[in-house]
C-alpha cells in the first residue's frame, strides 16, 4: 500500500479541513462543549416547503486539534532513535469500518519511519484476538493499540504487557484505566448515541417506536452509545421497544431487522450501532417494501451505508474517524514507549475531553445533503473502500 511523507500527508488533511471549513460557512454552527467536541452543523437542504424536522450533518470531526497534537508528537519524537520500533493496531473484527484505520496506521508508520502491523480477527472472534496478541508479545511488540472486543477478557493481557514495558492505546471502544491502558483515543461513544438520538428524533418527528440492532450487548463502546441514544429520546414520545444483539454476525443482523418490521407493524425506527448494522436493517427496510416509512440511523461509513443514504433508505449515519485512531495512534505508540507515559500525556493533556482520558477523534453525521463532501474529505486522505 503506497503511503505519503509527512509534509504531504498533513497537506491532505489541512486540504480537508479546509475544505469542509467552507462548507460550514453556509450552514448554521452551534458552539463548542470541549476540546474534543465538532460543532454541528446543518447539512441539509431546504425543500421550501413546510417545516418538518431535518437531520442535522457535519463532518468536522475533532480533525483541527489532533492535526495540532499530531504536530506536538512529531516535534517531541524529532531526533530520537527509533530503529528498533514494532508498533501494532489490534482491531475487533475484519470489516470495511476498518480500512481507514488500517490507511491512517500505515501512514502513520510511514511518516515514523519504523515497521508495524495491522490485525484483525476475521469474525469478530475473542479467541483470535487473544492469540494475536500473545503472538506479537512472543515477538517482542513495542506497544499496541486495541480495539477490545471484552473488556473483561482482555484485562489480563493488557496488564501484562504494561507490565513488562509495552504500552497499550485503547481505541474504538474504552478499557478501565486501572486495566494498564494508557489512553483512550476514539469516539467519545456516549456522545455518538446522543447525536444518533437526536437524528432519530429527527426523523421520526419526536414519535414512534424503535428498535436497536447491536453486535453487542456487553462491549463498552455499545453500552455507552445505547445509553446515549436512550438519554436524547427522553421527553419524546419515541419508545425503545427492543434490542437484538448478533454477536457481530451481519446475516444475523438482517434476520433481527427482518423480525423486528415484520412482527410488529407499530416499528417506524431501526438503530444499526455497529458498522454492517445499518446496511442490514437498509436491506431489511427496502425488501419490505418500506424504505421511507421506517426510518433507519446508523452507525459507521461502509460504502453500503453510504450507498444507502444517497438512496434515502438510510436517512443519517453517525461517523467515526478510525483513519484518525490508525494515524495518531501510531505516532502515540512510538511516544509512550520512547518518550514515556508521562512525558506523552503532557502533550496529550491540552486535547482531552472533560473525563481528562478521551482523546476524541471526533463524531460527525452523515446525511443525503453532505454525503458528496464526506466521501471527497475521505478521497483526500487515500481511504477509498
Known amino acids: 500500500m503506497s503511503v505519503t511523507p509527512t509534509r504531504s500527508t498533513r497537506s491532505l488533511r489541512l486540504a480537508a479541513i479546509a475544505a469542509v471549513a467552507s462548507l460550514a460557512l453556509a450552514v448554521t454552527a452551534c458552539s463548542k462543549q470541549g476540546a474534543g467536541s465538532s460543532s454541528s452543523n446543518s447539512g441539509s437542504g431546504s425543500s421550501g416547503a413546510a417545516a418538518a424536522p431535518v437531520v442535522q450533518g457535519d463532518i468536522t470531526f475533532n480533525d483541527a486539534n489532533l ?43 510511514a511518516d515514523l519511519g519504523v515497521q508495524g502491523t495491522f490485525q484483525a480477527p476475521a469474525n469478530g472472534r475473542l479467541d483470535q484476538q487473544l492469540s494475536m496478541i500473545q503472538t506479537m508479545r512472543g515477538q517482542n511488540i513495542s506497544a499496541f493499540s486495541v480495539s477490545a472486543i471484552d473488556p473483561s477478557a482482555i484485562k489480563a493481557p493488557i496488564q501484562d504487557a504494561a507490565g513488562a514495558g509495552v504500552p497499550v492505546l485503547a481505541i474504538d471502544s474504552p478499557l478501565p484505566a486501572e486495566d494498564g491502558a494508557a489512553l483512550y483515543l476514539g469516539t467519545p461513544n456516549y456522545q455518538a448515541g446522543q447525536k444518533a438520538g437526536e437524528a432519530m428524533k429527527a426523523a421520526l418527528g419526536g414519535k414512534g417506536e424503535v428498535v436497536v440492532l ?4 456487553t462491549a463498552s463502546n455499545a453500552v455507552e452509545r445505547i445509553q446515549g441514544f436512550e438519554d436524547s429520546l427522553k421527553g419524546t414520545d419515541i419508545k425503545v421497544i427492543n434490542k437484538l444483539a448478533d454477536n457481530m454476525d451481519a446475516s444475523k443482523a438482517l434476520t433481527n431487522a427482518q423480525t423486528a418490521i415484520q412482527t410488529d407493524p407499530n416499528v417506524t425506527g431501526l438503530y444499526g450501532v455497529y458498522s454492517y448494522d445499518g446496511p442490514s436493517a437498509a436491506q431489511a427496510v427496502q425488501a419490505a417494501g418500506k424504505s421511507g416509512k421506517v426510518k433507519v440511523i446508523s452507525d459507521d461509513s461502509d ?66 445533503a453532505n454525503q458528496s463532501d464526506f466521501s471527497a474529505k475521505q478521497m483526500q486522505l487515500g481511504i477509498t473502500g
Open 67 to 109: 492535526s495540532k497534537l499530531d504536530d506536538a508528537l512529531k516535534g517531541a519524537l524529532a531526533g530520537k532513535d527509533l530503529s528498533k520500533l514494532d508498533l501494532a493496531m489490534v482491531v475487533n473484527v475484519s470489516v470495511d469500518y476498518w480500512n481507514a484505520g488500517k490507511v491512517g496506521f500505515n501512514k502513520g508508520l
Open 214 to 217: 447491536v453486535g453487542s450487548l
Open 303 to 368: 460504502p453500503q451505508t453510504l450507498t444507502f443514504i444517497k438512496q434515502g433508505v438510510i436517512q443519517a449515519t453517525i461517523v467515526q474517524s478510525p483513519y484518525q485512531q490508525g494515524y495518531t495512534g501510531a505516532y502515540l505508540l512510538a511516544a509512550l514507549k520512547v518518550l514515556g507515559k508521562d512525558a506523552t500525556l503532557a502533550l496529550v493533556k491540552p486535547y482531552l475531553e472533560s473525563d481528562g482520558t478521551t482523546l476524541s477523534s471526533g463524531v460527525g453525521v452523515v446525511t443525503q
